[in-house]
Nanobody, 122 residues
Framework: QEQLVESGGGSVQPGGSLRLSCAASRRLFRISDMAWYRQAPGKERELVATISSSGRANYGHFVRGRFTISRDNAENAVLLQMDGLKPEDTAVYYC????????????????WGQGTLVTVSS
């Protein structure tokens, strides 16, 4: 069973930076599109950033140049560098992988991490 292991969450003051990491197995990582989502208390889960298996990145409208998603192919990990953090960025951040079918009969495999808490407060 595939798993995603997140790390890097914590508390930071407004304007600070954090880097989240999400590790996967090589067989999952190398062909999967990866993403980060977040969910703040009382709100729905929302997309932060995505990166395709080929490295193409897209971001949620609220990111506005503050976050950078990248793939570390040597470590089979997806990273989220967050700079200029604001109190409204406080949320649980989830890693997500979507693997395309690996057989004619198979479907997409979707995997979620357990989440890591990011708190931005003075």
């Amino acid at each position: 069973q595939e798993q995603l292991v997140e790390s890097g969450g914590g508390s930071v003051q407004p304007g600070g930076s954090l880097r989240l990491s999400c590790a996967a197995s090589r067989r999952l990582f190398r062909i999967s599109d990866m993403a980060w989502y977040r969910q703040a208390p009382g709100k729905e889960r929302e997309l932060v950033a995505t990166i395709s298996s080929s490295g193409r990145a897209n971001y949620g409208h609220f990111v506005r140049g503050r976050f950078t998603i990248s793939r570390d192919n040597a470590e089979n990990a997806v990273l989220l560098q967050m700079d200029g953090l604001k109190p409204e960025d406080t949320a649980v951040y989830y890693c997500y992988a979507k693997r395309p079918p690996v057989s004619i009969e198979g479907g997409y495999l979707e995997v979620w991490g357990q989440g890591t808490l990011v708190t931005v407060s003075s």
